[in-house]
């Protein structure tokens, strides 16, 4: 059973910045690697960013120099770190997690990121 739980999103005005959290919960497995999508309204879902467990980080061009991705081993955890908000930013951001030797992506349930005046 691998449980996954975002925090952190907000209201915020268009340059600011804003923190998410991703905590999973497992036992007997170890993770992969884990990152994060969005959904706007009426958009599909989006790639964000990505982070292995070895320390590699991939981002979406449209946030790379803007958003940084970090991980705590020890929580399980990963941490999305937005600079820069702009008002396309505005979505549901999506943790997900992929366990080692799984194929499989397990999600949370998202949080509300919105960036306006």
């Known amino acids: 059973q691998v449980q996954v739980a975002e925090s952190g999103g907000d209201l915020v005005q268009p340059g600011g910045s804003l923190r998410l959290s991703c905590a999973a919960s497992?036992?007997?497995?170890?993770?992969?690697?884990m990152g994060w999508y969005r959904q706007a309204p009426g958009k599909e879902r989006e790639w964000v960013a990505h982070?292995?467990?070895?320390?590699?980080?991939d981002y979406a061009d449209s946030v790379k120099g803007r958003f940084t991705i970090s991980r705590d081993g020890a929580k399980n955890a990963i941490y999305l770190q937005m600079n820069s908000l702009e008002p396309e930013d505005t979505a549901v951001y999506l943790c997900y997690v992929v366990i080692s030797g799984w194929s499989t992506y397990f999600w949370g349930q998202g949080t509300q990121v919105t960036v306006s005046l």
């Open positions: 497992m036992n007997k497995f170890s993770i992969y690697a």
């Open positions: 982070i292995r467990w070895s320390g590699h980080t």
